[in-house]
């Protein structure tokens, strides 16, 4: 089962890398695609700043809690967790910003990649839980990470949706005030 496991997850590194190639030879080839205007760039900076200390602290708390307790869980499953939340937090502020996708970049593609990734490792944890292998004597194992993309995939989705609703909203307002 390990072995299958590993042969998934690395063909999916591999797709992760050949789909990054393809980006950055189209990120290339169109001028206006996916730029950044100077706001943007400065608000990357401090989600880049926050993102950090989130996983730097998260880092701290883990490292601290293993030296007090023996955790249940895989150390790659919790370095994992704080590099995740830190990616995470840089995520949410900019897109809160309005600094997560470039100008004129296509963010429909984008969030269709995300949702690919969270419905693709949600069914993979989902499979695992069922088979009982995301935890093996106890402690929670390198499969959960998995689980994990998927949150953070999805939480990020959320943070998506919800400055859309309030982009929406205050349009809404701005629309009715202006008449």
């Not at 370095?79 to 995740?84: D, E, K, N, T």
């Not at 990616?87 to 995300?114: E, H, L, P, S, T």
């Not at 993309?149 to 701005?174: G, M, P, S, T, Y």
Request: glycine letters at 8%; a positive charge; charged letters at 15%.
């Amino acid at each position: 089962m390990m072995r299958e496991y590993l042969l998934g997850m690395s063909s999916a590194i591999v797709l992760v890398v050949l789909i990054a190639i393809v980006y950055a030879v189209r990120k290339k080839t169109c001028i206006m695609r996916g730029k950044f205007d100077e706001r943007q760039k400065v608000i990357q900076g401090t989600g880049y700043k926050y993102g950090f200390f989130a996983m730097m602290i998260s880092s701290s708390i883990y490292a601290l809690t293993l030296g007090w307790y023996d955790l249940p869980v895989h150390p790659t499953v919790g370095i994992m967790a704080c590099v995740f939340i830190g990616v995470g937090v840089f995520a949410g502020y900019c897109i809160w910003k309005d600094a997560y996708f470039g100008i004129q970049g296509n963010n429909k593609r984008m969030i269709i990649v995300m949702v690919a990734v969270v419905v693709m490792n949600a069914l993979s944890a989902a499979m695992q839980i069922k088979d009982g292998t995301i935890i093996e004597n106890g402690v929670i194992g390198i499969t959960a990470l998995n689980a994990l993309c998927a949150a953070v995939f999805l939480a990020i989705l959320v943070v998506i949706v919800a400055k859309r609703w309030k982009v929406n909203r205050e349009d809404k307002q701005a629309g009715e005030d202006d008449e």
